[in-house]
């Protein structure tokens, strides 16, 4: 096959990736869901099956910048990433009774409860010029949401890295745009 394989996709290239909470909902504004992300990016980093560059978590979305490596496949990848968080995830709301599992009550016939929108974006990053512009979308997010003064200040992102080679992120890799 030649670097775009089928659908579209090149493993050369890293892709930018959003995952939207199924209608919005702030669910990543407590800091056990964040940890859960993190936590999964740095097994898919330490398993050899992602490259992670950048990220920024979001009360109801996330931003990341990651490439597939070796034999992984992006759509194993993705599907194994969202299907473990949405886990852990409910796991916590059902184990602390939460009102929030009720919000996300889906009629479906795979799941009763659903924490991502379905059809997340990822889009391929083909040259230096795309991968600075998305490093920069991704770093300015909470800033431009009011969170933080400085891309750098705000935890759940990789702004820091990039500004102040804060390594709080272990799985974190520099991506040279």
């Known amino acids: 096959m030649s670097n775009i394989e089928a659908g579209g996709y090149s ?8 995952v939207t909470c199924l209608a919005w909902k702030p669910i990543l504004a407590d800091d056990i869901f964040n940890d859960i992300i993190t936590g999964s990016l740095s097994f898919l980093s330490k398993a050899s099956r992602a490259n992670i560059y950048a990220f920024v978590i979001m009360s109801n979305h996330f931003h990341l910048i ?10 194993d ?3 194994d990433f969202l299907k473990y968080t949405s886990q852990q995830i409910l796991k916590i709301l059902r184990n602390e009774k939460s009102v929030v599992q009720e919000e996300l009550l889906v009629v479906s016939k795979d799941r009763k409860f659903q ?3 379905r059809n997340p974006l990822s889009i391929p990053l083909c040259s230096g010029q795309v991968i600075d512009q998305k490093l920069e979308y991704i770093h300015y997010n909470p800033v431009r949401a009011g969170l933080c003064k400085y891309p750098w200040d705000y935890i ?22």
Request: with cysteine; net charge negative; proline share 0%.
């Open 115 to 117: 924490i991502w929108e």
């Open 11 to 18: 493993k050369q290239y890293a892709d930018f990736f959003t």
């Open 66 to 75: 990651w490439q597939m490596v070796g034999d992984s496949k992006r759509e």
């Open 156 to 177: 759940y992102s990789s702004a820091g890295f990039y500004y102040n080679s804060d390594m709080r992120w272990e799985f974190l890799k520099h991506c040279d745009g």
């Open 77 to 79: 990848v993705q599907r």
